[in-house]
Structure formats: C-alpha cells, structure tokens
C-alpha cells in the first residue's frame, strides 16, 4: 500500500472518529438540557378567607386558546417588541395553565360549596371561564410581572345570565422563569379570588 493512500484511510478514520465524539458529546448535552428542565406549579393555595356560602356550580374545565395550550412558559419583552411571545427553553409547567388554574378554581370554590363537573346530571348554574392571556412581561430587562386575563361566564339552561372579564398582575421578584412562574401563581390566585367573588354577587346564585 502506497504512504498516499495510507494517509488518505488514516485521515478518513481520524475523521470518523471526530465526527463520532461529536455525536456523543451532543447527545451527552442533550441528556443534560433534560436533566435539568424545571417544572412550575401554583405551589400551596393560599388560606381561604371566611366567605359566604354558595349553592352547587358546575364549574367547566378553563379553555385556552391554542397558543396557551401547552406548558410553556411564556413571556413578552414589552420593552422591546411588545407583539412577540417567547418561551423558557429550560422551564415548563407541570401541566397546562389552563389545567392548573381549573384545579385552583374548583379547589377555591368547593371551600365555598358544592362543585360539580359538565358531567354531572344535576340542574345546577354553569360556570365557564375562557384564559385570553398567561404570561410573564418585562416592561423592562429587570422589571417583569404575571399578567392574566380571563372571561368568566355564568349560564342557566343554555343562557347567558352573566358574563365579565377579569384581569389580574402579579409582581415579579426576580427576572426569571422562577420570577414569572411565582408572579403568575399570585395572579393566579388573584383572578380566583375575583371571579368567586364576582359569583357570589350573581343573582342566580345568591337566590338559590
């Protein structure tokens, strides 16, 4: 075998065998970015305040747009382009907000009273609550807050006796995934607090 052609082969597997370590060494980051993914819940619910009691609602699983149907943890640089979202590569939810603020909402409410399901085949109000908007905004590189924005429904057979849209912000203390997971868990708990609020002053339901 001519030095030529032994070089050429001695390349090619010095080549392999790169191009192989880098393979391994991407697929080593990729175990890591995983390992290190953070998930966010709402954390305890707040102590419940002393509240009237309310009649039996059915309270319906919050809807979301499409765009907030996943567990992304979404912020807004408002400071920058106020029309763009962007997402946490390394921090999600544990589950979609708007699953986790269906459990907050139940969890509120059946302090108060009975909570039923769309299930249920009982003659009770219905509660709808449709999410517009979850997210974290920065009005500037170091100053961010949780903002939520919801519609609340009320309906009894198939009409539309009430209906309001709610909003609530949530400081955040730090600039982070961490900052803006905790600020929207405030809100969070905010926007229940007003929308049991909002429910309890309903003349549908404070006759029953």
């Known amino acids: 075998m001519s030095r030529s052609i032994h070089r050429l082969l001695s390349s090619r597997a010095a080549f392999a065998a790169l191009l192989a370590f880098g ?38 699983e919050v809807s979301a747009p499409s765009v907030l149907e996943s567990d992304r943890l979404t912020y807004r640089l408002s400071y920058a382009d106020a029309q763009q979202t962007a997402a946490y590569a390394n921090s999600h939810w544990t589950m979609m907000p708007s699953q986790l603020l269906t ?17 249920d085949g009982v003659s009770a109000p219905v509660l709808r609550v449709d999410l517009t908007e979850f997210e974290q905004v920065f009005a500037s590189p170091t100053d961010s807050h949780g903002a939520i924005t919801a519609r609340a429904t009320l309906m009894q057979g198939g009409k539309v006796v009430g209906q309001h849209t709610f909003v609530a912000h949530a400081s955040a203390h730090s600039a982070d995934a961490a900052g803006g997971a905790r600020a929207l868990a405030v809100a969070s708990d905010d926007l229940v607090a007003q929308i049991a609020t909002w429910l309890g002053s309903q003349a549908l339901v404070a006759a029953q």
Not at 103 to 119: D, F, H, I, P
């Open 103 to 119: 459990q907050r909402l139940r969890n509120a409410l059946s302090e108060r009273g009975t909570v039923l399901t769309g299930a």
């Open 23 to 60: 393979v391994l060494a991407a697929g080593c980051a990729g175990t890591s970015a995983v390992v290190s993914d953070v998930r966010y819940d709402f954390g305890p619910p707040p102590q419940a305040a002393t509240a009237s009691r309310l009649p039996a609602v059915k309270v319906l």
